[in-house]
């Protein structure tokens, strides 16, 4: 019996947690390099970077213009301790931020070899997640994705990406929870992948159309939304999503997320 009260207080502890995301520092570097770590595997760190791979990838983190540099991370804390991180960059500087890694890297492992592509123009890539084993159940990486994936719209990208292993159902379900959804697979360091990708926040508004409220839907939208028209005796309206304009017929959801991008359901 107390055993089971211990393991409520405990989690009771991590709902009030207080989180806080923030950008992260040179300062950070040690914790970029775990994270790197635990999101690509040891195995393959070894292989890619030697033996002292976390001194390698601190390296790099403490770096500019790398992937894994801190202007490219978000940081999670807990009740002000550093809990957590995540990588993402804007896929059309994939070249030249892998050549800034590969730069360091190649100091410890002359002969590694350029993997493939992870990702490309056109999409905001988010490269590694993960939360130190204490601080897991607060809530903060789920924080961290949905502040990355904000970023990554802020900068004027329409697609958010990522990979997830085709092994490991529990983080693509993750994933899924924060709005992702699969476009294809990739290979990647020999692993067969699934590629996500999302176009919008989780929603914070919805509101249906039914033909007879436009009022209520251009406040919604404000000048999203163009003026109703008829089309075989229906009423449809032209909303403007990430990609240009979507046609709305009676009976659809219109969604909005905190950035301000509209979608139908």
């Not at 923030?22 to 790197?36: M, N, S, T």
Request: negative net charge.
């Amino acid at each position: 019996m107390s055993v089971f009260c211990r393991v409520q207080v405990q989690d009771i502890q991590k709902i009030m947690a207080e989180i806080r995301i923030r950008p992260a520092f040179v300062a950070d570097a040690p914790l970029i390099a775990q994270v790197v770590a635990m999101a690509i595997g040891e195995d393959t760190m070894v292989r890619y970077c030697g033996s002292e791979y976390l001194r390698v990838l601190e390296q790099v983190a403490a770096a500019e213009g790398t992937q894994y540099s801190y202007q490219n991370v978000l940081v999670a804390e807990v009740d002000g301790v550093a809990a957590g991180a995540i990588v993402g960059y804007n896929g059309a500087l994939l070249e030249p931020l892998r050549e800034g890694t590969l730069s360091i890297v190649r100091k410890y492992n002359p002969s590694v070899n350029v993997v493939d592509e992870e990702t490309q123009a056109g999409e905001f890539y988010i490269d590694s997640l993960g939360v130190l084993p204490q601080f897991r159940g607060c809530g903060d990486g789920k924080r961290l994705v949905m502040a990355m994936a904000g970023k990554g719209f802020v900068l004027g990208c329409s697609k958010i990406g990522l990979m997830v292993d085709f092994k490991n159902s529990g983080v693509l379900e993750f994933y899924s929870g924060c709005g992702f959804h699969p476009v294809g697979e990739k290979l990647f360091f020999g692993h067969k992948m699934h590629h996500l990708q999302c176009t919008h926040l989780p929603a914070t508004g919805k509101i249906q159309y039914t033909g007879l409220n436009y009022p209520m839907i251009q406040e919604f939208c404000g000048d999203k939304i163009l003026a109703p028209y008829i089309c075989m005796g229906f009423s449809m309206l032209s909303l403007l999503g990430p990609d240009g304009f979507i046609t709305v017929n009676e009976g659809d959801t219109i969604c909005k997320d905190g950035l301000g991008n509209f979608w139908v359901e």
